[in-house]
T-cell receptor
Framework: NAGVMQNPRHLVRRRGQEARLRCSPM?????VYWYRQLPEEGLKFMVY????????ESGMPKERFSAEFPKEGPSILRIQQVVRGDSAAYFC??????????????FGSGTRLTVV | DQQVKQNSPSLSVQEGRISILNCDYT??????FLWYKKYPAEGPTFLIS?????DKNEDGRFTVFLNKSAKHLSLHIVPSQPGDSAVYFC???????????FGDGTTLTVKP
C-alpha cells in the first residue's frame, strides 16, 4: 500500500520559470494539505484541499501560487515565475474523510525546489 | 505571530537517558496537539497526540504531557536510543479538523 507519493523529489528551475509539484494521496484519503519548509525553519501551512474544492488557502501567497485537487489525478501545487525565495522543501500530506484530528497526517517525502 | 513555539533548536542526550522536548502555544482554541518526527530527506512521521481534555498520553517509550493552564506540552522519550536522533515537530489543531500549525522543530541527538 503506497503512502503519499510526491514527484518530482528534486526540481531545479531558473528564475521566471514555472514549477509544478504533484501529490498523490494515500488510497482512500480525500483531504490533501500542502506545507512548505524554508531552510532552518519549520513547516508552514499553505493550503488544504478536498476533491475539486479549496477548503483553506490562508497560507498561500497571494500571487504566483495556486493549487488544485481535481476529481481525477493528483493534487498540483503550481508556482509561476519562480524566484530564489521560493527555494524550499514542499511537503504534501493526506488524511481520510473521517480523520479524527488527533490521528495525524500522512506525509509524503517532499519535493525540494531549487531556483537558480 | 508564531502560535506554536519550540524554544530549543537542539537537544543532546546520552543513550538510555530521558529526552524531554518542550513546546509552547498561544492560541487557546487549539484542541489537539501532536508530535511528529522527521529524518533528513524524508517527510514527517506522526508519533503521538493528545487531546486538550487529557493531561497525559503514553505510547511505549513516548509520553506526551499537556499543561493547559500554562499552554505548554512536552514529549518524553525514555529510554532514548540512537535511532531517535531526528528533528521533532510539535503541532496543534482546532477541533474542526483542517490545518495543523507546526513549531520550528527541535533536533534531538542521542549519543551512544
Amino acid at each position: 500500500n503506497a503512502g503519499v507519493m510526491q514527484n518530482p523529489r528534486h526540481l531545479v528551475r531558473r528564475r521566471g520559470q514555472e514549477a509544478r509539484l504533484r501529490c498523490s494521496p494515500m488510497k482512500g484519503h480525500s483531504h490533501v494539505y500542502w506545507y512548505r519548509q524554508l531552510p532552518e525553519e519549520g513547516l508552514k501551512f499553505m493550503v488544504y484541499l478536498q476533491k475539486e474544492n479549496i477548503i483553506d488557502e490562508s497560507g498561500m501567497p497571494k500571487e504566483r501560487f495556486s493549487a488544485e485537487f481535481p476529481k481525477e489525478g493528483p493534487s498540483i501545487l503550481r508556482i509561476q515565475q519562480v524566484v530564489r525565495g521560493d527555494s524550499a522543501a514542499y511537503f504534501c500530506a493526506s488524511s481520510p474523510l473521517d480523520r479524527r484530528v488527533n490521528y495525524g497526517y500522512t506525509f509524503g517525502s517532499g519535493t525540494r525546489l531549487t531556483v537558480v | 505571530d508564531q502560535q506554536v513555539k519550540q524554544n530549543s533548536p537542539s537537544l543532546s542526550v546520552q543513550e538510555g537517558r530521558i529526552s524531554i522536548l518542550n513546546c509552547d502555544y498561544t492560541n487557546s482554541m487549539f484542541d489537539y496537539f501532536l508530535w511528529y518526527k522527521k529524518y533528513p530527506a524524508e517527510g514527517p512521521t506522526f508519533l503521538i497526540s493528545i487531546s486538550s481534555i487529557k493531561d497525559k498520553n503514553e505510547d511505549g517509550r513516548f509520553t506526551v504531557f499537556l499543561n493547559k493552564s500554562a499552554k505548554h506540552l512536552s514529549l518524553h522519550i525514555v529510554p532514548s536510543q540512537p535511532g531517535d536522533s531526528a528533528v521533532y515537530f510539535c503541532a496543534a489543531s482546532g477541533s474542526n479538523a483542517g490545518k495543523s500549525t507546526f513549531g520550528d522543530g527541535t533536533t534531538l541527538t542521542v549519543k551512544p
